[in-house]
């Protein structure tokens, strides 16, 4: 018969076994959130979404070696009421885009280019570490030490990125990018200000670790009014005494990290080319695939070497093992493919495991020629689509069965989709290409018609009942589109008769 002394250690064992596989879930389900409206009544009424407008980039930043601009989200009421920015960046090549970190958690798509970025977790160990090289080899024997221990480097990891990648990261957590390429990194970054990781303000604030916001091109007469008036880095506010002792440097050098007489704005130019160590200058390298398969495993699983295994820390098999990017235009990586109409890929928590931590999420969705997207909803978040190529037409219908927004988007555009807003998209002659950022990490569309749609869901007697049709045309209705998923290919017959009707939806 068992005794308690052989019975408490097994509950025990139990018990921590649960807590650690628990541990591994992601919390909630996708129809909870971590954000929610902020606002008293007043707000709510002004958030109605009754007209809602496409945006471009408008107000321009030239910095050094880049340009910054803007789609004005932080001035447009349905973006406030949503809670997201949206900015647009040029950076030139061999343009870095100096450390900084905001107080939202946000998503950066790769719309053209390649290069490096490091993201500078807190806690996490400096894992690249340099060796030396035979020269340096030859003047540590030559018992010059200091030049060993000036010439050696380590810092955290650093990834490449290249077109179509999406990029995650955390509120707080600092991040630098380098266009190593030839050719111009362009990108778009969205923030999420309403997300329970902000408990700052609910305005984006964005904390540089080194430059200043200053353009080159400005000049202002110095005065202890404008010195405060005017944004710098967040060294620039410490005393330079106090700075210096605290990390161990001369007042001179603390004057320098302040950056006070920098006029190189916060993406500068690196004329000789970056010397930063890289995955492919540390020998053969792993395929990307293969990489993200294996940090994916190791996150939860024990590491062993030499024979023995040592359970790791939570630090290192969470934080610190996260891939902070997916690439979204590799065509095995596609959820939904129809060759006659397009493909869609999602990037979520389930396959991009940091978004459980950010609560944001990502489509990629291409249309080819006059192809449409079925109408649908998205249960659980806002929508921003960003198109990255050609041109489509878009309609969003409200609550009240009212059009909301009825136009054409191009390249570079965005267009804010109200949480279960419904909206349908068709492609124009060059087809229709964009990037959809969402406010969940695990989103739910809710399709009206195709496979797995609400239509396909109903009786057929429900439909002949709701909208007085005969039990031939509810099936029409219901069964036309039950062979294709939410990229419908287009029919030309029906785009006639739609013509006819005055509905727009062929482009001839």
Known sequence: MATISTILPLCLSLLLFFQASLAQLPFGSPWQSSRGFRGDKTSQQQCNFERLTALEPGLQKRLEAGIEQRYGTEKN??????GLDVWHYVIESKGLVLPSYINDNKLIYIVQGRGIFGALLPGCPATFQSTWSPLQQQMAQAGEGQFSQEFRDEHQQIQQFRKGDLIALMAGVPLWIYNNGDSPIVLVTIADNTNSANQLNPAIQK???AGNFRRPDQQQQYSYEAEQASDRNIFAGFSQDLLAEALGVSTQLASRLQAKDDRRGYIVRVARGLQALQPSLQGEQVPQQQQERYDEYTMGEQSCATGACRQQNGIDETMCSFMFKRNMDNPQSTDIYNPRGGWITRANSQNFPILGIVQMSATRTVLQR????????????????????????????????????????????????????????KARQEGFAWVSFKTNANCIDSQIAGKQSVLRALPVDVLASAYRLSREESRSLKFNRGDETAVFEPRHDQQQAYAGLGLGLADH
């Open 77 to 82: 009421n349905d973006f406030r009421c949503a």
């Open 370 to 425: 006059n192809a449409l997207l079925t109408p649908h909803w998205t249960v659980n978040a806002h929508t921003v689509m960003y198109v990255t190529a050609g041109r489509g037409r878009v309609q969003v219908v409200n609550n009240r069965g009212r059009s909301v927004f009825d136009g054409e988007l191009r390249q570079t555009q965005i267009l804010l989709i109200p949480q279960n807003f419904v909206v349908v998209v």
């Open 207 to 209: 904390f540089l670790l």
